[in-house]
């Protein structure tokens, strides 16, 4: 079986997206690699360190935190979103919405226009919407008196010693990025270098940035919390055929995933219990062809998982 790094280039190169980062846990081994570049235009090389964007992949870490919360007492999936914000404005429909709704996207609330527009789910129906992420991290913010990536820090950061960040904006020394940027990506190959990333209100719901060394460690946390991988708080059918948790995840069979992009870049993350394993993949292109590399990269891990498990992970760590 090819080398993770080399299958990776194969895959990028047949792509042409600028960089691809990739990393699989089984039974607490890892292997993980990058390839490409930060940005089209320069020549400085991605690395294991450098933080991508994980778009809608970031909802898991929120719902983690969410859990933290619960866990500590300082919240319950029941509470209704009326008790936290008394004096807004809100359509009497969307009043007596829980937390656990807001977690598996059956509150109701359309996509981002507000808490004043009309009702349209009596029947508690998955309907997917950033707008419940977004106000799941200001509930957090409130209980706490804290801001969300203080929280975010004490909460995640710590406790995993990982470093996952809100900051939309990648820096650059001497005109050379220090992460990657995002790329658009036309139909006949044209891919142009994009910094920038959704609005701060948006950090709860799908803009953070983390290396796939540390997003792995995540990974292996999620793999050991049976709330997350076995019996969450709440699972409903989704939109697809398929479920979505109460931790952020979608459930398809018996494994968990969510993907993220938000037009420059793209990752999903994707949980095996069964087999006690766990994948990431990233790139910073956020095109249909990012979308097809990784379900090829998918593909080519969850076979080492099924099929090679524990010698072809231990011979790549070496």
């Not at 990776?8 to 490409?36: D, F, K, M």
């Not at 919240?75 to 007596?96: A, C, G, R, V």
Request: glycine content about 6%; charged content about 15%; proline content about 4%.
């Amino acid at each position: 079986m090819q080398n993770l790094e080399n299958y990776l280039e194969t895959i990028r190169t047949q792509y042409h997206l600028p960089a691809l980062a990739a990393a699989l846990t089984c039974n607490n081994h890892v292997i993980s690699a990058v390839c490409g570049v930060r940005k089209i235009g320069h020549s400085a090389s991605v690395t294991l360190n450098d933080k991508f964007r994980f778009g809608s992949v970031s909802k898991s870490v929120t719902a983690t935190l969410i859990q933290k919360l619960v866990d500590g007492g300082k919240l319950n999936f029941e509470d209704k979103l009326f008790s936290f914000f008394p004096n807004l404005s809100i359509n009497k429909n969307y009043q007596d919405v829980t937390l656990a709704q807001l977690l598996t996207h059956t509150s109701g609330l359309p996509t981002e226009d507000g808490l004043n527009t009309p009702y349209d789910n009596k029947s508690n129906q998955f309907y997917y919407s950033n707008l419940n992420y977004i106000l799941l991290g200001q509930i957090a913010s409130f209980v706490t008196n804290k801001s969300f990536e203080q929280l975010i820090h004490i909460y995640i950061n710590q406790p995993f010693n990982i470093e996952i960040i809100c900051d939309p904006w990648v820096d650059e020394i001497d005109g050379i990025p220090n992460d990657p940027w995002g790329h658009t990506h036309s139909d006949t190959h044209i891919i142009t270098p994009v910094n920038m990333d959704n609005p701060d209100i948006h950090i709860p719901a799908g803009r953070m940035r983390a290396s796939i060394v540390d997003w792995i460690k995540l990974l292996q946390f999620f793999l050991s919390q049976k709330n997350i991988v076995e019996t969450p708080y709440l699972i409903v059918p989704d939109d697809r055929g398929q479920e979505y948790t109460s931790a952020g995840f979608i459930r398809m069979g018996s494994e968990l995933l969510h993907d993220g992009g938000n037009g420059f870049h793209y990752a999903r993350h994707v949980i095996l219990p069964q087999q006690n394993s766990a994948l990431v993949i990233a790139t910073n292109d956020g095109s249909s062809y990012a979308l097809e590399a990784m379900n090829k990269i998918e593909l080519y891990l969850v076979n080492i998982v099924m099929q090679h498990t524990l010698e072809t992970i231990l011979t790549q760590s070496k």
